[in-house]
């Protein structure tokens, strides 16, 4: 994600395209397919631009203590292409992400915790681990359920609040007729962790 790197594909092909088949993580339409698997980043030393961008467009993301990060674009003559403008505004609300996005100055793990782009701060040593940890938490619950979490959280965040409540109870209802929802209800009453297949 160097800048230069970046800005030259970028002038020489018109824009970005991560290929056909391959997903675009940041979601501003470098790809055609859409993620449907929760994202966790974890970060450490200097996060920059697109790397603040991936940030902001992940599920959950966490950072080593002390890691700097900076929106660094207005200092270099261009516009943060990755979605920092409309997901930094929705993640800190405008004061924070103009004071940000306008100035380039660079913040810590405090700042970024304090406005949300971050979830965590942990030590270096212990940063993979602890994202590994939240993968694998995530990765024992049910996929359907996962993959409707981020999809009605993403309809609403997108500016589709109105259908992402309609799709709640009709969503709620289809997942409790799959086998994981069945699952999931069964293993309740009988009080023992559930087993999900995907299903």
Same mark, same amino acid.
């Given at each position: 994600l160097e800048l230069d790197t970046v800005s030259s594909a970028l002038i020489e092909k018109g824009g970005l395209n991560f290929g056909e088949n391959k997903v675009d993580p940041l979601g501003v339409g470098f790809s055609n397919r859409i993620r449907t698997k929760p994202l966790i980043t974890a970060v450490h030393g200097f996060c920059l631009t697109l790397g603040v961008e991936l940030l902001l467009a992940s599920d959950i993301s966490i950072a080593a203590e002390r890691t700097r990060f900076s929106q660094l674009e207005v200092q270099k003559g261009i516009l943060p292409f990755g979605g920092a403008t409309f997901r930094f505004l929705n993640t800190t609300g405008w004061g924070n992400s103009m004071r940000y996005l306008l100035t380039g100055d660079d913040f810590g793990t405090e700042e970024a915790l304090r406005m949300g782009i971050i979830q965590e701060v942990v030590s270096k040593d212990k940063l993979l681990s602890r994202a590994t940890e939240l993968a694998e938490k995530i990765a024992l619950?049910?996929?359907?359920?996962?993959?409707?979490?981020?999809?009605?959280?993403?309809?609403?965040?997108?500016?589709?609040?109105?259908?992402?409540?309609?799709?709640? &109870?009709?969503?709620?209802?289809?997942?409790?007729? &799959?086998?994981?929802?069945?699952?999931?209800?069964?293993?309740?009453?009988?009080?023992?962790?559930?087993?999900?297949?995907?299903?």
């Open positions: 619950q049910a996929p359907l359920a996962v993959q409707a979490v981020i999809a009605n959280s993403r309809k609403f965040l997108l500016g589709n609040q109105i259908e992402s409540i309609k799709d709640l &109870t009709p969503k709620a209802l289809e997942l409790l007729q &799959t086998e994981d929802g069945k699952e999931g209800v069964k293993s309740y009453i009988e009080k023992r962790k559930p087993i999900f297949s995907g299903k």
